[in-house]
T-cell receptor, first 115, second 114 residues
């Protein structure tokens, strides 16, 4: 597509429920990143995928968070047993390849609210 | 831990004036820096970047200055317009730089008064 698409744009969920957030990167982009943006804060790196290589999961805050990328395209970020501190905007970005400087394209994010 | 921080959370300027947004970074080994603009409800948008072997880089109405001695980065916007109102983030890529992982600051809100 023309840009990075994320869905849903907004999600309200009850504490303890699982949620799935979806990211459709730009066609042909092999690198995909997930970031989290808490209210009034900068972006916090969560995970990135590059082609068929093993993902870098070093930023995931707990084992309740997981992500996968099927067929080198669409990615899903899953948060299990959501907690109120998980409330944030989750942003996805793609790039032609890892480390290509300045060529990240971000989606508009999914605003997650845990009540 | 590593951090990139911004000096001021909010900057208010008159339309037509120049704006200067500052940023301090902590990792002296970082070799690449980026400024992003984020409008409400949107993802960050690339503005300008600079490599550590440069002191200054200019774009259209924007200039980024890098002072490695004091680990300071600034973004200058000339003739600020209402459309420049947004949150501005600096980001760095610390080593190993081939990961492309960005470390972001907290952001500065730029308000442009007509």
């Amino acid at each position: 597509g023309a840009g990075v698409s994320q869905s849903p744009s907004n999600k309200v969920t009850e504490k303890g429920k699982d949620v799935e957030l979806r990211c459709d990167p730009i066609s042909g982009h092999t690198a995909l990143y997930w970031y989290r943006q808490s209210l009034g804060q900068g972006l916090e790196f969560l995970i990135y995928f590059q082609g068929n290589s093993a993902p870098d999961k070093s930023g995931l805050p707990s084992d309740r968070f997981s992500a996968e990328r099927t067929g080198g395209s669409v990615s899903t970020l899953t948060i299990q047993r959501t907690q109120q501190e998980d409330s944030a905007v989750y942003l996805c970005a793609s790039s032609p390849r890892v480390g290509v400087r300045g060529l990240y394209t971000f989606g508009s994010g999914t605003r997650l609210t845990v009540v | 831990g590593e951090s990139v921080g911004l000096h001021l959370p909010t900057l208010s300027v008159q339309e037509g004036d120049n704006s200067i947004i500052n940023c301090a970074y902590s990792n002296s080994a970082s070799d690449y820096f980026i400024w992003y603009k984020q409008e409400s409800g949107k993802g960050p948008q690339f503005i300008i970047d600079i490599r550590s072997n440069m002191d200054k880089r200019q774009g259209q109405r924007v200039t980024v200055l890098l002072n490695k001695t004091v680990k300071h980065l600034s973004l200058q916007i000339a003739a600020t317009q209402p459309g420049d109102s947004a949150v501005y983030f600096c980001a760095e890529i610390p080593p190993p730089s081939n990961t492309g992982k960005l470390i972001f600051g907290q952001g500065t809100t730029l308000q442009v008064k007509p």
